[in-house]
């Protein structure tokens, strides 16, 4: 293509289009320098954000080897490749999920989706529905799955019983659970199924007795996912794919998984060799199979030199969720006032599980949502920190000390949802990284006043503009929320639900928009934030030379995009390590 045909089909400037011809002749004429074997590319765009300080906007990038090795603007210099192609649309750096579940996902996507149901004949018909497109669902060694039902929507918890009004259910074996996953509720054949002496209580957890049996809680859950049919690692591995392609399909190029066993990062290691099985780069967060314990004779780690999969981060639980009054609170719910919620592991032994990992290496990820669950993540992980640089304390000062040694260990709190104020001062104070979900905030607005009343909300509850200064990574926790990170900034920016673009009245306000994001800082809560948060920073989240090659194609600049544009935003193309694993269907 000639100079003159690049500047008009794709307005690239004289300059720019004169630097890349030439390198690209010089190229051909010269042998390719250096040990690497793979042949170069370089590609000019509309435009590329790169969120490189020293180069801010871009034109061009060259990749080998699923890195960049030069990045340059109008008025910069050329790049090192042998090729050169001129595409339509506008970049942005790959954007990370800071807070998924991977597997959990890809079984969801093959499940029935419960999100959204507002009534229990809903929730019947889907699972009717399900039934019939998937014969054998239902039986004793293939339960009926599902995911999203909220009992907000039904005015009580549901039951057992509930299932058995439809005839052509009864009998079924069928385990769904809630929206938030810290419940689930099963058949009858499920409570049949299960030992006639059930404990009265259960540590961390409850079984759910009124108004009828059926629901199981956080521990509690335990009783009926030791007997659920696990699938085996060939059906293990389609979800795995499955719900990459669904991942790579909304613009993500990496993830944080919070949370897997053993037996899972095993698989994942192995689907991490193969380019076809594996397109999402994953940095996965261990969880012993007995949960919150230390397992050092089943901990694994990896680590590649491609960055596509890693694991050396353990993922511990605090307490439940809100919207089952399983949150740890420091004073009892507003709308409950007979609980605090419940603690799934107490101060002492959540201190003493997480300076044990903390020895052996491992980055010490706590979810938390409770205010009573963050005071205890956050004693927890102080300990931690006195315990692996005791001697920058002594020599120091206490505070100035943890927050040097933290920069290195980067410990986490998951989901960081309510946070007294005396808190929040000691995250910052000792620089532990908030793990946030912009989209729990809109969900849980329709009843979050209702269980925490106006001073609790105001003071403690889904910080985010002022947690800044402590790098909060973001995320969606799919496939609890939808995984569009787009959707995601959505709601850090508007705080407004994504599904429906309206506020926690129906109204077109923002809930608590004073703690709203601008786009710029919700768009590096998806990028650079998570990098930091994997100690990937400099290397993702970012296009500059030496980094990762992951990036997405927009149709538009992403800033000149409407905010409610944002809700249902379709990425043109998604690139991991220099390979495209995404393309948007022709219209």
């Known amino acids: ?274 380019d076809d099985d594996w397109t999402l780069r994953v940095y996965a967060m261990l969880e012993c199979p007995q949960r919150n314990t230390y397992c050092p004779g089943e901990a694994v780690r990896f680590a590649r030199d491609d ?60 979810h938390a949502i409770g205010d009573l669950a963050n005071r205890n993540a956050v004693d927890a992980l102080e300990a931690a920190l006195s315990q692996q640089c005791p001697d920058e304390v002594e020599k120091q000062g206490h505070l100035h000390a943890l927050a040097a040694c933290q920069a290195r260990h980067r410990f986490r709190i998951e989901h960081a949802q309510i946070i007294h104020p005396h808190d929040q001062r000691r995250i910052h104070a000792l620089g532990i990284l908030p793990s946030i979900q912009p989209t729990h905030a809109t969900s849980d607005m329709k009843y979050a006043l209702d269980r925490l009343g106006p001073d609790r909300l105001a003071n403690s509850a889904y910080r985010m503009r002022s947690l800044l200064p402590a790098r909060p990574v973001l995320g969606s926790d799919f496939p609890v929320e939808p995984p569009n990170p787009f959707q995601g900034i959505y709601a850090a920016v508007a705080r407004r639900s994504p599904a429906t673009g309206r506020g926690a009245d129906g109204g077109p306000d923002g809930w608590y928009a004073d703690h709203a994001l601008t786009l710029d800082e919700a768009l590096w809560g998806f990028t650079g934030a998570p990098a930091y948060g994997a100690f990937l920073d400099g290397r993702a989240g970012v296009i500059r030379e030496g980094a990762l090659a992951d990036w997405v194609v927009l149709d538009r600049p992403v800033e000149s995009y409407d905010v409610e544009d944002l809700r249902t935003l379709s990425v043109k193309e998604t690139w991991v390590g220099g390979k495209r694993v995404y393309v948007r269907p022709e219209q």
């Not at 002749?25 to 509309?46: A, D, F, I, M, V």
């Not at 998937?134 to 995911?147: C, E, F, L, T």
């Not at 639980?317 to 609980?339: Q, R, V």
């Open 1 to 274: 293509m000639s100079a003159i045909a690049l500047v008009l089909k794709w307005g690239l400037t004289l300059p720019i289009v004169v630097v890349v011809l030439a390198v690209a002749y010089r190229l051909q004429q010269e042998p390719l320098l250096g040990p690497s074997s793979s042949s170069p590319e370089t590609y000019c765009y509309k435009g590329v954000r790169t969120h490189d300080e020293a180069l801010p906007a871009a034109r061009c990038f060259s990749v080998i080897d699923g890195a960049f090795t030069a990045v340059w603007s109008d008025a910069g210099a050329g790049a090192e490749d042998d090729s050169v192609q001129a595409r339509d649309g506008y970049v942005v750096p790959g954007l990370w999920d800071g807070h998924g579940h991977l597997l959990q996902y890809g079984e969801f996507l093959h499940s029935v989706d419960l999100f959204g149901s507002q009534t229990l004949q809903q929730v019947r018909d889907r699972v009717t529905a399900y039934v019939a497109e998937n014969p054998g669902a239902g039986s004793k060694d293939n339960w009926i799955r599902g995911v999203g039902w909220d009992q907000t929507f039904f005015g009580r918890m549901p039951t057992a019983a509930d299932i058995e009004q439809d005839d052509s259910l009864r009998g079924v074996y069928m385990m769904l659970d809630r929206i938030d996953v810290h419940c689930t509720w099963v058949s009858q054949a499920v409570l049949d199924f299960l030992p006639a002496d059930l404990p009265a209580v259960v540590p961390g957890g409850e079984i759910v007795r009124e108004p009828g049996m059926g629901v199981f809680c956080d521990n509690a859950m335990d009783l009926v996912m030791d007997l659920w049919p696990k699938p085996g690692p060939e059906l293990k591995a389609r979800h795995v794919r499955s719900a990459m392609r669904k991942l790579n399909e909304v613009g993500l190029v990496g993830m944080h998984d919070a949370g897997a066993t053993p037996e899972t990062l095993t698989l994942y290691s192995r689907l991490a060799d193969s």
């Open 307 to 366: 960055h596509r999969f890693a694991v050396q981060s353990i993922k511990l639980f605090a307490d439940g969720a809100l919207g089952s009054w399983g949150s740890a609170m420091l004073e009892p719910y507003a709308d409950h006032p007979w609980t605090s919620g419940s603690l799934l592991i107490n101060a002492s032994a959540l201190t003493d599980v997480s300076k044990r990992w903390a020895a052996d290496g491992y980055q010490v990820n706590i």
